[in-house]
């Protein structure tokens, strides 16, 4: 991949060749904005530390420090947690088309998902209480297929709602052409 291309876009960016490549045809990806690490990341030390916190200091109180070490699997995970929310944060983006929404994601296994306009039946910004303490939103597009599942988690809410508003204008002028 070279340097700067929309594949290679940033967080919030949508790259440095981004009208060229939509002049192309070549999609223009949007990564999804950092708040959403964080908050993956809180959560992730939050729930294992209080694992490695409850796992080490109960049997150390109670059995002797040497059972203090359990507390070292806990520590362990969530350093590889760590490194693997980042991965799968960074696979994650979208990207608006003349005639659909593409959505890619995954580190391991990549999927790709492509919902086209006049096939949604409803597009839905979601937001949990902890998404909303972050600042975050996620939007969820349903459509006549149930196996389709077309997220974006932790967007900013105002482009969330954006995203919602021209979805359904766009699903609604495509369904009507159908």
Same mark, same amino acid.
């Given at each position: 991949?070279?340097?700067?291309?929309?594949?290679?876009?940033?967080?919030?960016?949508?790259?440095?060749?981004?009208?060229?490549?939509? =002049? !192309?045809? !070549?999609? =223009?990806?949007? +990564?999804?904005?950092?708040?959403?690490?964080?908050?993956?990341?809180?959560?992730?030390?939050?729930?294992?530390?209080?694992?490695?916190?409850?796992?080490?200091?109960?049997?150390?109180?109670?059995?002797?420090?040497?059972? +203090?070490?359990?507390?070292?699997?806990?520590?362990?995970?969530?350093?590889?947690?760590?490194?693997?929310?980042?991965?799968?944060?960074?696979?994650?983006?979208?990207? !608006?088309?003349?005639?659909?929404?593409?959505?890619?994601? $995954?580190?391991?296994?990549?999927?790709?998902?492509?919902?086209?306009?006049?096939?949604?039946?409803?597009?839905?910004?979601?937001?949990?209480? =902890?998404?909303?303490?972050?600042?975050?939103?996620?939007?969820?597009?349903?459509?006549?297929?149930?196996?389709?599942?077309?997220?974006?988690? $932790?967007?900013?809410?105002?482009?969330?709602?954006?995203?919602?508003?021209?979805?359904?204008?766009?699903?609604?002028?495509?369904?009507?052409?159908?």
């Amino acid at each position: 991949m070279e340097t700067g291309s929309p594949r290679d876009a940033g967080p919030g960016q949508a790259g440095t060749q981004g009208t060229a490549a939509a =002049v !192309e045809g !070549e999609p =223009v990806w949007i +990564a999804l904005p950092p708040g959403l690490l964080k908050m993956r990341r809180l959560l992730l030390v939050v729930w294992l530390g209080l694992i490695a916190l409850a796992a080490g200091l109960v049997p150390g109180l109670l059995a002797g420090p040497a059972w +203090a070490a359990f507390a070292l699997p806990p520590l362990a995970l969530m350093a590889w947690g760590w490194v693997m929310v980042d991965r799968n944060w960074r696979s994650w983006r979208y990207a !608006e088309r003349a005639d659909d929404l593409l959505i890619s994601r $995954g580190v391991l296994w990549r999927e790709e998902t492509v919902v086209p306009y006049g096939r949604m039946q409803l597009v839905e910004v979601t937001s949990g209480p =902890v998404e909303r303490h972050f600042g975050l939103a996620s939007v969820q597009l349903h459509t006549a297929a149930a196996a389709t599942d077309a997220t974006i988690p $932790g967007l900013d809410p105002a482009e969330a709602e954006r995203l919602r508003d021209r979805l359904t204008e766009l699903g609604e002028a495509r369904s009507a052409g159908l």
